[in-house]
């Protein structure tokens, strides 16, 4: 997505509606800095979310909140539909240990 809310034209319209299948690290990677929404597929050992589709991402927390607009509320899910859990951050890289900080800058805190 665009800053605008709108999906970049270099998106297929297949990746519109099901998104990209990428684990958290990649989307950090490849949309640094930017606001990521993903639809949640894996979580890691920590119950942390891991990988997923993505299926919106914008400089501007704004644009992820309208792509998640765009998706079908629960309530119009059919009863035996499965639930789908939805992962929303901002594309930085994650310490989640003091070792994984202290690894991250470089011993500085």
């Given amino acids: 997505m665009t800053g605008n809310g709108h999906i970049e034209e ?11 299948l990428m ?3 990649e989307a950090i ?3 640094h800095g930017e ?3 993903m639809k949640v597929t894996e979580y890691d050992e920590d119950r942390w979310p891991s990988k997923g589709y993505v299926i919106g991402h914008s400089p ?5 909140s309208e792509a998640l607009a765009l998706e079908p509320p629960r ?12 992962y929303v ?14 690894a991250m800058s470089g011993g500085r805190d």
Avoid at 10 to 20: F, K
Avoid at 75 to 86: H, I, K, N, S, V
């Fill in 29 to 31: 990677a490849q949309f």
């Fill in 89 to 102: 951050f901002l594309a930085y890289p994650r310490a989640r240990s003091l070792a994984e900080y202290h």
């Fill in 10 to 20: 270099a998106v297929s319209a297949e990746e519109q509606t099901a998104g990209v």
């Fill in 75 to 86: 309530g119009l899910l059919p009863p035996d539909a499965p639930r789908l859990m939805y």
């Fill in 35 to 37: 606001w990521v929404l």
């Fill in 60 to 64: 501007e927390r704004e644009g992820v």
């Fill in 23 to 25: 684990t958290v690290k």
